[in-house]
């Protein structure tokens, strides 16, 4: 579909412009305010220009948060979601694509229930087995008796606990357990040619040398591109760090501690809001995501539309 | 010693039953060719052997061992597939040496076999190359260096030569039967081109719907085939077919119409009055000199091959095809004599579809042979 209409070359300039505008102005403002004073920047009217103070608020804004441990853990964190995530996610999508067993389609059908079921509408119950993740196990063998067999028998009762509270394990795992990952890898696994299947077969490899010397080369876009988005959706969580972690010197992660910097009655106590310390913080925490966005881009591109094969 | 034994072998999807008892003795060496349209099963019965296709009921065994239990690659045999089915991300050096790779041999062992293989295949200087890179021809060749590297006992090849374009096609057909002859492992190749399949068979295992109809040499299938199916599925342009009625006494067939053909005696005896078809090749028929008595016909329309031509005529509005060297010019409708020696009469009730004359000639012509 190729026009060549004057107005209608007009017309899509000026809405993309527009676009861009939209999607440009708040993070030009929010530039702009990382770079001026608190004066400046609590003055009328509204600076649009930005002014000499980048550096100065920005060292500010890492020593008053202690940015250095927070953005170690923030690294940690979602590199960790990254990789639990393309390996869990590979391995279910091989299993269900592969093998051709009777569950298959109700694993299938669990996992896709999961999509429609992320961490925030689950966050209770997800908590509740971070407070204790063997509670499950705690409760299958009260439920099942099994907790009384023991204890009439040795006297001893069974009584699990493991807490996930305040420490990465937390963090990450009810992150990495989420079906998109595996959506994606299955939806390339399904275009795979059967006979490229059987000839590893007649070549003697196994199923697990078949995943590591073929399906993985082969989905390395889709790795690329899935790793992008869960780097990018793992660095910024705020409501699932918030809640399990209260040890915030030691676990605190840069997305919730950035709250504490945006200005409101509690953190400056009716005092001159520190919007250019906000700003700074904001700017910080945003490059690490835009950098992996660049850099995976060509590959990210690729594997959404999956044209390399 | 790789003969292959195929025993009452049965394979259903579900309850869908596609290959229906299928027996057959492969020998030690052999080329044997498995022919049939698309969708007869052939694939399947292929891929029992191999062991991707679970053997539903029946017996498979190589070398005289039952390897229905056997996983693919305990089986020793190597498969050629349709679309090459070459890995993408891998090299082709990488690709032939990757069944080796999978066996643990030494990298260097294994570099020195994969150019020597290579090079027998003629893909030298190609090593370094992707998939992707190559043309379709240069495919085929790492499939068949993929499969010969391994050195199996048993080739197997699923109309591997069908995505080539016609000449190509007609190189690596030489290209397999020479590798054939190099190697000498039993090969089983299936496909659905008649000529590939005349030309490049030891043996030959017509089927049809799931059940092999005819097993022989090419010469005795397209000879003496076993069934109406088998001699219409053979030879090029098909054989013709008329519906007639035995008489012994006259020693001849009588078609439709009245006209009447003679036969050989045997293939008379002990069928009078039997309704049958009455298979002739256009390549045996001779259009009559004038004046000859013969099979009446009108001419339709002629198509010319270079090499000779067909004509088309019309015995009582059923087509008949003659294949001829001579150039004879006929005007449209104008009637023509037809004449075929009665050992060309080719003989099938009617009811059973079965060769009244096959069998027979058959022995006689392995007696022939063998004394
Ligand atoms: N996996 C399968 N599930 C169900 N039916 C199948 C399957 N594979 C093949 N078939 C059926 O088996 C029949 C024979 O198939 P195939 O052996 O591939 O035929 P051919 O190779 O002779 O063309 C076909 O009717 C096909 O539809
Ligand atoms: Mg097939």
Known sequence: MIERTPVLNILTHFILAVGFI???????????????????????????????????????AWVKSDFGQKFVNTLIVAVAVVIGKITIAAITAF???????????????????????????????????AAN????????????????????????????EWNLLNSYTGLILPLIATATGTFLYRQFFLTIPDELVEAAKMDGSGPLRFLWDILIPLSRTNIAALAT????????????PLLVITDRANYGLVVVELRTLVPDSLTTGGGTPTWHLAMAATLMIMIPPILVVIFMQRWFVRGLINTDK | ??????????????????????????????????????????????????????????EVAIAGQVVNQMEPRERGCAMVFQNYALYPHMTVAENI???????????????????????????????????????????????????????????????PLSNL?????????????????RIAATSVFVTHDQHEGMTLADRMVIMNKGTIEQVGTPEEVYDHPATTYVAGFIGSPAMNFLPGRISTAGRAVVLEGGARLDISAAAALGHDGLLVQV????????????????????????????????????????????????????APGEPATLTVPPVAVHLFDAQTTQSLTAAAALAEARARVNA
């Open chain 2, 165 to 181: 374009d016609a000449k190509l096609r007609v190189q690596m057909r030489h290209e397999i039967r020479r590798i054939h002859n």
């Open chain 1, 133 to 160: 993740a063997l509670l499950p196990f705690q409760k299958l063998m009260d439920w099942t008796g099994l907790t009384w067999l023991i204890e009439s028998a040795s006297g001893i009762r069974v009584a699990m």
């Open chain 1, 22 to 60: 939209l999607l440009f102005l708040p993070l030009w403002i929010a530039f702009v305010a990382a770079t001026h004073t608190i004066q400046a920047v609590n003055s009328a009217p509204v600076e649009l220009w930005p002014g000499n103070q980048l550096w100065v608020n920005m060292q500010e």
């Open chain 1, 229 to 240: 988005i869960m780097f990018v959706y793992a660095w910024n969580q705020y409501l699932w």
């Open chain 1, 95 to 129: 299993g269900i694509v592969f093998f051709n067993h009777r569950l298959r389609m109700v694993i299938f059908w669990l996992i896709f229930i999961t999509l429609m079921l992320p961490l925030e509408v689950r966050i209770v119950p997800t908590y509740a087995v």
């Open chain 2, 1 to 58: 010693m790789a003969d292959i034994s195929i025993r009452s072998v049965r394979k259903a999807y579900g309850k869908d039953e596609v290959v229906h008892g299928v027996d057959l003795d492969i020998y030690d060496g052999e080329f044997i060719v498995i022919l049939g349209p698309s969708g007869c099963g052939k694939s399947t019965l292929l891929r029992m052997i191999a062991g991707l296709e679970e053997i539903t009921a029946g």
């Open chain 2, 279 to 330: 298979g002739l090749r256009p390549e045996q028929i001779a259009i009559a000199a004038p004046g000859q008595s013969g099979l009446p016909v009108r001419f339709d329309f002629a198509e010319e091959l270079g090499s000779g031509r067909l004509y088309h005529f019309l015995h009582e509005d059923l087509p008949v095809t003659v294949h001829s060297d001579e150039k004879r010019r006929f």
């Open chain 2, 97 to 159: 040496g990757y069944a080796l790779k999978v066996a643990g041999m030494a990298k260097a062992e294994r570099i020195a076999r994969v150019t020597q293989v290579a090079t027998s295949v003629g893909l030298d200087g190609m090593l370094d190359r992707k998939p992707g890179q190559l043309s379709g021809g240069q495919r085929q060749r790492v499939a068949m260096a993929r499969a010969i590297i391994r050195e199996p006992r048993v080739f197997l090849f699923d109309e």
